[in-house]
């Protein structure tokens, strides 16, 4: 089955049971968007960077040159028809300028590539902690 396809299902599976169980008066629901990956320098414009290795500075410019991940427009789609509240940690694009800011080893089959977005520190996780960090700040100040 086609990766995509798989992780719509998925997600229509876990937005039926966000829509049939959670009492938004009493549960906020979070929803953390896409890491990508970085597996070509041409994406980024350096066609002979392999991976993220010796990549030290972010992606130039507001946008991520290869465009949107794909999976993103499944997020966006999904969260259009979701019932209940969903807020939505969008930390797809801010990861994409991050040369390192993907989980590789544990994606496409879990090879020894080194796990940029660990070992890289402060690695991008972080950021995405801060994000819900602030985010509920918001909700409770």
Known sequence: MDRLVAYEKALNTWAKWVDTNVNPAKTMVFFQGVSPDHNNGS???????????????????????AGPHPAELVVEKLLRGIQKPVYLLNVTALSQLRKDGHPSVYGHGGHNDM??????????????????YALLLQFYN
């Open 115 to 132: 796990d940029c977005s660990h070992w890289c520190l402060p690695g991008v996780p972080d950021t995405w902690n801060q994000l819900l």
């Open 43 to 65: 994406d980024w414009g350096e066609d002979k960077a392999r991976y993220c290795e010796g990549q030290k500075q972010p992606v130039s410019g507001p946008n991520y040159p």
